[in-house]
């Protein structure tokens, strides 16, 4: 039996991420009135697990960090078609940076105890740091290959992936337990379906808070977090029209250097 | 305290159906627009997400989810394509009198083909002479050969006429109502499959909104079918389709109105937000903001009448549900005719370019009052309750 974690993320819905904004005076994020939805990369990683499912003798457990509301991203991946949730749920892992939350789920994981490979999307679309995974396999002391967009050997101890360069590819050969974070390219996500929900009524979401995972206060949350954000902004971004005049050939000419210039082409 | 929120499972239903009607049912709409015919991938694409299996119960293949799991599911792809909300509400509203009224036979035989999409169903009701007034009907039956040896089998022989049947030329599981030859003032229902001698879909209409969601005449010429298919009592016939249309038609056409509604008041938002006038978003116009106003307060309100019928029919108060769909009918779908005028409106000149999705919207609004009963039917119905 192969033992499949998937780490997921709630984030708020990037189809809104419009109405995110910055409080001027704590630099920190508003999310008011943003519903939080599954990571669009953790869809990704999902898939990669059940797709493995459908193939081999596996089980996919789904680990999740976040508030209550959090729940609710965990039962969409049992729909999806998950085995178990867990749930990494108290005040005390609140603010955790990457570090801190690479941290909490490695004991996350240690807890769950059976794992042979651990799935991750390669980024959050709210933090993008694309840290959480790597930093997941540095706790637990495992192999990581990031952005996998394809899986080309499995079923045995060494697993051959396919991970993505900026113009091109890597074939690397992993050893298992490890870590892979995969890439928006590595599959077309599932949708749910009706009777995945209805069959997620009889699935278990456990959660566990600070005093589960026997851990010290210092090391998870805002206070196990080094990094500090020292200001945050946003950025402006409006709209120009400008008429380009002159010959056909001008024209062509002009305009190929303006979007040069403002670094398109 | 009453507790006006979706459950966690209810919230992903709709997930689940949103999902569904953007990615399978959204790339079907410029062929059935074009065409005006069913687009066979959408269909296919119902039965793979299990959409006709709502309301089955789970023993016979379904998922027993009942009314406002479909109320959740019909808003969700009608906010997408009101032709397949609608093409979906009548598949339902042909699979209730089977639920209801059929034999375990009948119930064994039908229903898991019915919740896979492998068979297609629809309810034939009414004809020239009689649709609201659903005694004027002249599609009749008779005995067939009980008394005459010569036939192999027994049971009946139908001959008329259906008209304005949604699903007509896709259904093969119809649910027939036809009176009595020999005692006009008796009903019974049969449940005729396609392929059977004697029986074939007629005309096609060509309707002005809703298109690629089909709708046609069924024709009956000595259609000869056997006893097993009567469905409920014989004579009883009048509530088999009475009751199926009060819970399931009626319902069904609020879920149509309300994702009309949705998709109105969305396109409304957003060309309202783009749009720019005397250096600013119409957005931020009064006049605007009155038409975007009355939109949400309608859409809100039709809401709670909706979800409220589907609740109380959930809780098996079939008889309390119907009357509380009428309203409901009348309200969301005179809503959502309103909806799609202020969403013309607002859009302006381009309100006319079929390039903008209000156009369909508008067209689709003028189908929604008519079928399952007219608003002024539904009036009718309505006092009925309260002068009882």
Redo the contacts between chains.
């Keep these: 039996m192969l033992n499949i974690v998937v780490c997921v993320k709630a984030v708020p819905d990037p189809k809104e991420a419009d109405k995110i904004k910055i409080d001027p005076v704590t630099r920190t994020l508003t999310r008011c009135d943003v519903p939080l939805v599954l990571n669009p990369l953790d869809k990704n990683a999902m898939e990669a697990a059940l797709q493995l499912k459908e193939l081999l003798d596996a089980r996919v457990l789904v680990l999740s960090m976040g508030p209550p509301e959090a729940g609710k991203i965990v039962k969409e991946c049992l729909a999806m078609g998950a085995d178990q949730g867990v749930l990494l749920c108290d005040r005390a892992f609140a603010g955790a940076d990457a570090y801190a939350t690479a941290y909490t789920l490695a004991k996350g994981v240690e807890k769950i105890g059976a794992y042979d490979v651990v799935f991750c999307g390669m980024a959050s679309s709210d933090g993008s740091t694309e840290l959480v995974g790597p930093e997941l396999a540095t706790f637990l002391k495992i192999p990581v290959a990031t952005m996998v967009q394809e899986i080309v050997e499995f079923g045995g101890e060494w697993w051959k992936v396919k991970a993505a360069l900026e113009n091109g590819y890597r074939l690397v050969r992993v050893k298992l337990p490890a870590v892979f974070t995969v890439t928006r390219e590595m599959n077309t996500p599932r949708t749910l379906s009706f009777s995945g929900i209805v069959k997620a009524r009889r699935k278990e979401i456990t959660q566990w808070g600070i005093s589960d995972l026997d851990v010290p206060e210092a090391s998870v949350g805002l206070k196990g977090s080094p990094t500090t954000v020292s200001d945050m902004t946003t950025t402006d971004s409006k709209r120009e029209a400008e008429i380009i005049a002159g010959t056909r050939e001008e024209k062509a000419e002009r305009l190929v250097r303006k979007l040069a210039e403002a670094g398109v082409i | 305290m009453i507790d006006f929120t979706f459950t966690?499972?209810q919230?992903?239903?709709r997930?689940?159906a949103r999902?569904?009607a953007e990615?399978r049912v959204a790339p079907g709409i410029p062929e059935m627009e074009e065409t005006g015919r069913v687009n066979n991938a959408v269909v296919k694409a119902l039965g793979e997400?299990?959409?006709m299996?709502?309301t089955i119960p789970e023993e016979y293949g379904g998922?027993g989810?009942g009314y406002v799991?479909r109320l959740i599911?019909l808003e969700e792809v009608g906010r997408v394509s009101v032709a397949t909300a609608m093409m979906l509400q009548v598949l339902a509203l042909g699979i209730e009198p089977i639920v209801s009224f059929g034999s375990e036979e009948q119930k064994k035989k039908y229903l898991p083909g019915l919740a896979t999409g492998e068979r297609l169903a629809t309810v034939a009701v009414t004809e020239p002479t009689g649709g609201s007034d659903v005694k004027g009907g002249r599609t009749a039956y008779k005995k067939d050969g009980d008394a005459a040896s010569s036939h192999v089998r027994s049971g009946y022989i139908i001959n008329g006429r259906k008209c304005f049947i949604t699903n007509s030329h896709i259904a093969d599981t119809i649910t027939v109502l036809a009176k009595d030859e020999e005692n006009p003032d008796a009903f019974s229902t049969f449940i005729v499959e396609g392929g059977t001698e004697g029986f074939k879909p007629g005309h096609r209409e060509n309707k002005v909104g809703m298109r690629g969601c089909n709708t046609g005449e069924l024709i009956f010429e000595n259609c000869r079918v056997p006893k097993e298919n009567l469905l409920g009592k014989e004579g009883k016939g009048l509530g088999v389709a009475l009751s199926a249309i009060g819970g399931v038609g009626r319902g069904g056409m609020v879920g149509c109105a309300l994702g009309l509604h949705t998709a109105c008041l969305e396109a409304a938002v957003k060309f309202a937000q783009e749009r720019i006038l005397y250096g600013r978003p119409i957005s931020k116009l009064q006049t605007i903001q009155n038409k975007l106003a009355e939109m949400k307060i309608d859409l809100e309100a039709g809401r709670l009448l909706a979800y409220r019928a589907a609740s109380t029919q959930d809780q098996g108060q079939g008889r309390q549900a119907s009357n509380e769909f009428a309203m409901a009918k009348h309200f969301t779908t005179e809503a959502a005719q309103k909806a799609a005028k202020m969403a013309v409106d607002i859009h302006g000149g381009y309100g006319c370019m079929e390039e903008y999705a209000v156009t369909r919207y508008w067209r689709d609004a003028a189908v929604l009052g008519p079928s399952a009963g007219t608003s002024d039917i539904m009036k009718v119905i309505i006092a009925r309750g309260v002068l009882s």
């Design positions: 966690e499972e919230e992903l239903f997930q689940a999902e569904f990615t997400a299990e959409m299996a709502i998922l989810l799991a599911a």
